[in-house]
């Protein structure tokens, strides 16, 4: 079904007028290096993701300026300005510096949102290390895995991580200090341990940044391919062009805005557009720590004032669900713009905002790979709902055959980008190849098969691999595979994306048995429990199977694709390769 184009009016009628206000005319101007100017690179040289975001606002008149509204999961409420995000962070490097740690080492968080890890993100950032957040629900395998192959030396967590940590700490050599936060608390010490508060106390307000150049690296978050485990994408402080860019065009931030995005830093959205780019904007950011209920999230917008709200669309969906008579029991007047990434969008969800919420969700999209925003829909520009929207500033994306040569438009083919913006990744850590297998032809692949219409606008088709998204989160089939396949009843196992009404897919597993067991809702139950405890909830399948054979290849891969289309009851397909 098509549906109806979201116009939109005339610049000048708008409330606050779109920092993007000319498209062609910005496009044409627009030069990535330029927008160096706007920020202020560290002083005495070299640049710096945490300067930009945090310690220029001081000079800037914005000291006294709210940085973070934080509220816990138990409904305290707690402001920082700019002033305090700049010692917190500023004690946090001392620390670091304190314990020994050097530029570059890799400095991991694995907690809730809690504040004491925005400050440890940019703490690290200003001690001229590598931050990488952990979403903490993640399993002792998912974590674990990531932290081994970052060599983390640091881990910032919390006491309720313990018995994960315990479990995953025989793999981490390189880990040599754990800091225990408990917030608003002193959490008691097991042996090894060292106290945030403790650390704090006794570390100074004044900290002078370690100089950073803009092709260091600052940042790590994992992402997951079809084979092998997940990779960590590396960015730089050059990255926060891109953020500042994105933000101040794509996010479209204004002075006064309370801005609210609702992703954890553990995924790249959480950090790039939960801290760097409307940090880097002088924002004022929500930071909720507990999880979805939409009478709790429509509560939030209505108590801080939310003006510019970036969220996702299994989300949307959940709200949608929860019924149009919800958000008319709140104040939700001071939305002035709403965004989504991470999924596909439903063109549904697109026109359900607008008639309830009075807005429609404005669908962006872009990668861990790719660190900020690449292609979007702005305020001022109609909405083809259903369409992820046109290039960003200074972006080239397109839409190429097998060759790398440029299809037509209306014609599919693999997204693709041309490299060379501040926040594209600069490798998969350790795993140089498989970044150069990344690109075609002088193009970035990004692994996502798409269409560009006639007027430029990009349409998302699907992956062009078997990495699975559950609700916004990309899991990586191998990942889970492996994890099955440690528990001593499974022989072999088979994981798929199932299409899911609400979180787009869900994982689900197929495993084949070893001699002596034998299928039963038992088994079943125990095997999920399994890989939940080994990865978490949001990884592990959420159904399983039992076959007694799974597809493969005569090489001996298991085809995914195969068991999709059973699953689904679609065509087989291409069959020549199966083992009989
Ligand atoms: O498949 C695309 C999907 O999410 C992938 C990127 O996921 P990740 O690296 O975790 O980055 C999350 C930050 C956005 C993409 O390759 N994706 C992202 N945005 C959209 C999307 N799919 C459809 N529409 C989108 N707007």
Redesign the pocket.
């Known amino acids: 079904m098509d549906y109806e184009i979201i116009d939109k009016p005339p610049v000048d009628e708008f409330a606050v007028r779109p920092n993007l206000d000319n498209y062609v005319a910005q496009r044409a101007a627009f030069n990535y290096p330029d927008v160096i100017k706007e920020l202020d690179g560290l002083p005495g040289g070299g640049l710096n993701i945490a300067y930009e975001a945090i310690d220029r606002h001081l000079v800037h008149g914005r000291a006294d300026k709210l940085c973070w509204i934080w509220e816990g999961k138990d409904g305290r409420v707690e402001n920082y300005t700019y002033a305090d995000a700049s010692r917190m962070s500023n004690q946090f490097a001392n620390v670091l510096v304190k314990l020994g740690v050097a530029k570059g080492d890799r400095v991991f968080c694995f907690m809730d949102r809690v504040p004491e890890l925005y400050a440890a993100v940019f703490g690290t950032l200003k001690a001229g290390c590598v931050t990488g957040p952990l979403f903490s629900a993640f399993g002792p395998d998912a974590a674990g895995d990531r932290m081994a192959d970052a060599g983390a030396r640091v881990l910032v967590t919390t006491p309720d991580q313990r018995a994960k940590l315990t479990a995953m700490r025989p793999n981490l050599p390189a880990l040599q200090h754990v800091i225990m936060v408990e917030h608003g608390k002193e959490p008691a010490l097991e042996a090894g341990e060292l106290s945030w508060n403790a650390l704090i106390k006794d570390a100074s307000e004044v900290f002078e940044i370690v100089r950073t150049e803009p092709e260091d690296p600052a940042v790590m ?1 994992y ?2 391919g079809t084979t092998g485990k997940s990779k960590g ?1 590396v960015h730089v402080h050059q990255a926060v062009l891109g953020h500042y860019a994105t933000g101040k065009y794509v996010l479209d931030f204004h002075e006064d805005d309370i801005y609210w995005c609702t ?1 954890d830093p553990g ?3 959480g950090t ?1 557009y939960g801290m760097f780019a409307p940090h880097t904007n002088g924002m004022t950011s929500v930071i909720y720590e507990g999880g979805f209920s939409a009478n709790k999230w429509y509560e939030t917008i209505q108590k801080y004032k939310v003006t510019v709200w970036y969220t996702a ?1 299994t989300a949307i969906r959940l709200l949608m669900k929860a019924g149009d008579e919800v958000p008319r029991k709140y104040d939700l007047s001071t939305l002035r713009y709403i965004m ?6 439903n063109p549904e969800a697109v026109v359900w905002s607008n008639r309830v919420l009075g807005l429609p969700f404005h ?8 660190g900020s ?1 690449m ?1 979007a829909n702005y305020p001022w520009m109609p909405i083809r709902p259903g369409s ?1 929207g046109r290039p960003m500033l200074g972006i080239e994306p397109g839409i190429i055959d097998d060759d790398g040569n440029l299809k037509p438009p209306g014609e599919e083919g693999d ?1 693709a980008v041309r490299p060379g913006w501040p926040s594209m990744f600069r490798t998969y850590w350790h795993n140089d190849d498989m970044y150069q297998s990344k690109f075609r032809n002088g193009w970035y692949i ?3 098969r798409g269409r560009m219409d006639a007027d430029g606008y990009f349409w ?1 088709v ?2 062009a691999d078997d ?1 699975i ?1 559950t609700a ?3 899991v990586g089939p191998f990942e889970v595979e492996s994890a099955m396949l440690e528990h001593p009843a499974v022989a072999e196992a088979g994981v798929i994306g199932k299409p899911d009404p609400v979180a787009m897919e869900i994982v689900k597993a197929f495993v084949t048995l070893k001699d002596g067991y034998e299928p039963s809702d038992k088994l079943r139950g125990e095997l999920m429990q399994f890989a939940r405890k080994k990865l978490g909830p949001g990884v592990a399948p959420r159904e399983i199977d039992f076959l007694m054979v799974l597809p493969k290849t005569r090489s001996g891969k298991i085809m995914r694709r195969l068991l999709k289309a059973r699953e689904l009851g679609l065509p087989e397909g291409d069959t020549s390769t199966l083992e009989e």
């Open positions: 978050h992402t997951s994408a992703a995924w790249v959205t790039s669309p989504s990434v991470g999924e596909p969008l669908d962006n999209w872009w990668q861990t790979e790719t925003i292609i992820m997204l990004t692994g996502d998302f699907g992956r990495v998204n916004g989160h990309l």
